[in-house]
């Protein structure tokens, strides 16, 4: 049972973290397209990872600092907006998922093909 209240609660932080992160005044973390891919929270609720997805990245490094910079304030307005007895400490990772998967799409799409095997030989 404790699980799904910890999955609800990821949730919820995805959830709150995604639309904080659009009131971010910073031009640091104004990058680009910025998706919340995922959090994690230790069962004591003292620490949320959060996971990020950037299209159109520029400077991964400045982007991590202004998220640093950020995350008291995003922290204290996730506490007010979810009513939890800890208020999870905030950490910024960035998912590299969805480019993993388009470069592994992209070089799958550029295979030549097109040469025959030994004619005759019709097995796989």
Do not use: C, W
């Not at 202004?66 to 995003?74: E, N, P, R």
Request: zero cysteines; aromatic letters at 4%; a negative charge.
């Amino acid at each position: 049972m404790a699980s799904n209240r910890l999955s609800r609660i990821n949730e919820d932080i995805q959830r709150v973290i995604a639309s904080l992160l659009r009131n971010v005044k910073d031009p640091r973390v104004n990058q680009g397209l910025i998706s919340v891919t995922g959090a994690e929270t230790t069962s004591d609720l003292r620490f949320s990872k959060i996971f990020l997805s950037v299209m159109g990245l520029q400077d991964e490094k400045e982007l991590m600092k202004g998220l640093k910079s950020a995350s008291g304030y995003m922290r204290r307005e996730l506490g007010a907006q979810l009513n939890l007895r800890y208020t999870p400490e905030l950490v910024f990772e960035l998912d590299k998922s969805i480019e993993h998967g388009a470069r592994i799409n992209e070089i799958l799409t550029n295979l030549d093909l097109s040469s025959n095997p030994e004619e005759g030989n019709d097995t796989f």
